[in-house]
């Protein structure tokens, strides 16, 4: 479990190095439903911390090229990580008839870009308690892992050993903190729009799903 202090700063665990970056902080948060996977698109996480210094977007915990794990936010603050939402009903074929037919309203309103578009199916989704909607920056926590990604097929490359060691401690650490499981962890790409990164975090979830199952055996 981990234990912060009363700014949200983790202090109980010498496997976390703090690494304050500011800028990535926003709102208050409140409650934690959840966890979103991401991956940096870079091949170290030093060139990330320096454009955190000065970048909006950010998450709560960082992990090295080695498997390092800086905490880069307060635990009580919101980062911008998580961006436009897809719909979760319809993205698992449970939609009501109600909300299925005012999403499609949306998607093919004429004379709308697809920016604003996502950005309607987002608002649209906010109005949804969890986990009817997948999570957002209000309601989860963030971990980066330094992870390149291919420019042939837009899929990244597999975390390496000290990465994923370093993910599961600190998801193992962070679903005993929040109380929350397996299934509230989410791969980036597979819960908002983002250009090019349909597999962020995907090959990060699957290698921790595995590694849960095999516990159980």
């Known amino acids: 479990m981990l234990v912060a202090d009363k700014d949200g700063w983790v202090n109980n665990s010498p496997q976390i190095t703090k690494e304050h970056r500011s800028a990535i902080e926003h709102s208050s948060i409140t409650v934690v439903n959840a966890v979103v996977l991401h991956r940096t698109s870079t091949g170290s996480a030093a ?31 919101q ?12 993205s698992v074929s449970s939609c ?78 962070i679903i005993s903190t929040y109380s929350i499981s397996l299934k509230n962890i989410y791969a980036h790409g597979k819960i908002a729009h983002k250009d090019r990164k349909k597999s962020e975090g995907a090959a990060s979830l699957k290698a921790y799903s595995i590694y849960k199952a095999e516990q159980t055996k």
């Open 47 to 77: 060139s990330v911390l320096n454009a955190w210094e000065t970048k909006k977007e950010g998450t709560h915990f960082l992990i090295s090229e080695h498997g390092k794990i800086f905490q880069t936010a307060s635990l009580k603050k």
């Open 79 to 90: 980062c911008w990580h998580v961006g436009k939402l897809y719909s979760k009903c319809r």
């Open 96 to 173: 009501s008839e109600e909300d299925a037919k005012l999403i499609e309203n949306i998607l093919y309103r004429k004379n709308t870009s697809w920016g604003k578009k996502f950005r309607l199916v987002t608002r649209h989704e906010l109005k949804k308690d969890y986990p009817l909607r997948f999570p957002h920056n209000h309601d989860s926590l963030g971990i980066e892992i330094v992870g390149l990604i291919s420019e042939t097929n837009d899929v990244y490359e597999i975390p390496n050993k000290h990465q994923l060691n370093s993910l599961f401690w600190l998801l193992d650490e």
